[in-house]
């Protein structure tokens, strides 16, 4: 599959999951969930079918988004959603039918997982047996896909459609005192890295906490919110991690709960879809999704 298709269909996911943020019936709310389910799998069976069989198996999907998306009347997503088809060379061919032209798929290479709705979404191996003492939530500053320099801080990395990335050093480079490793791990907040797993979301790119407010050009969403808690509850349901203020918590929580100085972090405690919540309330509810995930 050549990159130009891959980004079209990574666009195509973080339209669907926009239309998630902002969609009310309920009904087409898990029809969208659904699509994206079916894109994130074909993905993860590597889309080794050939580009004609590929273009047939979109179709649908494709078509109903589309739908949902001009219902709700907003303007930025169609112009994303068009944008993301043009990228994948999709031609309309009146109301029933589309085409992708395209290279034969290759197999990808990946550390991604499965759609939001996965019981498992971190596997296995990138969860070693060692000790940890908290899980510190992070976004990356930065757009939807995760960048190298993100790799080197963050364990776990969430873009913009959900899918889980790996970061370049394992939870178990975070165990030992880090004072005598400083390039050996992932550096994630200041001062409160021994033992404590930095899991990110990525969005934020530009924004600023104001005044006035500035959500940049990738804000966080809802999806990535709700993943993130899945993955946080997993996490301290593997280290038998406590869901405390001081176990389960933003980096921008970190200096009034730990005492860790962080120099004015806000992340990511900001709900673009809920900007009434305060940031100690979006930290709240984000101890409270991952609690009622482990039916505490």
């Known amino acids: 599959m050549s990159e130009r298709t891959r980004q079209g269909l990574f666009e195509l996911r973080v339209a669907i999951a926009k239309a998630l943020s902002i969609e009310t019936d309920a009904g087409k709310k898990q029809e969208l969930q659904d699509e ?3 894109l994130q799998e074909e993905r993860d ?6 580009s004609q069989a590929l273009a047939d198996e979109l179709e649908k999907p494709i078509q109903r988004v589309e739908q949902i998306v001009r219902e709700l009347q907003n303007e930025d997503l169609h112009v994303a959603l068009r944008r993301a088809m043009d990228k994948l060379r999709i031609a309309k061919v009146g109301a029933a039918s589309t085409r992708l032209v395209s290279q034969p798929s290759q197999p990808i290479t990946t550390t991604s997982v499965g759609p939001l709705s996965s019981s498992s979404a971190v596997p296995a191996s990138w969860m070693p047996n060692v000790t940890m003492d908290r899980v510190i939530c992070h976004w990356t500053a930065g757009g939807y896909r995760a960048g190298g320099l993100d790799k080197f801080h963050y364990h776990i990395m969430i873009e913009g459609d959900g899918t889980l990335v790996r970061g370049k050093f394992s ?5 030992r005192n880090l004072i005598w490793n400083p390039r050996n791990y992932a550096a994630h907040t200041k001062g409160t890295n021994t033992r404590a797993i930095g899991v990110s979301v990525c969005s934020m790119a530009g ?3 104001g005044p006035p407010l500035n959500l940049g050009t990738a804000p966080m969403l809802k999806l990535q919110w709700e ?3 899945e993955v946080v509850a997993q996490l301290c349901r593997i280290y038998d991690i406590a869901v405390t203020p001081t176990t389960v918590l933003g980096h921008g929580e970190v200096e009034a709960n730990i005492g860790n100085k962080q120099s004015g972090k806000w992340d990511p405690l900001v709900l673009p879809w809920d900007l009434n919540a305060s940031k100690t309330q979006a930290g709240t509810m984000l101890r409270q999704g991952v609690s009622d995930l482990l039916g505490n």
């Open 207 to 209: 924004a600023a906490e």
């Open 227 to 229: 993943r993130m808690i």
């Open 171 to 175: 939870i178990a480079d975070n165990v």
């Open 36 to 38: 994206l389910d079916t």
């Open 45 to 50: 069976r590597h889309l080794t079918m050939i």
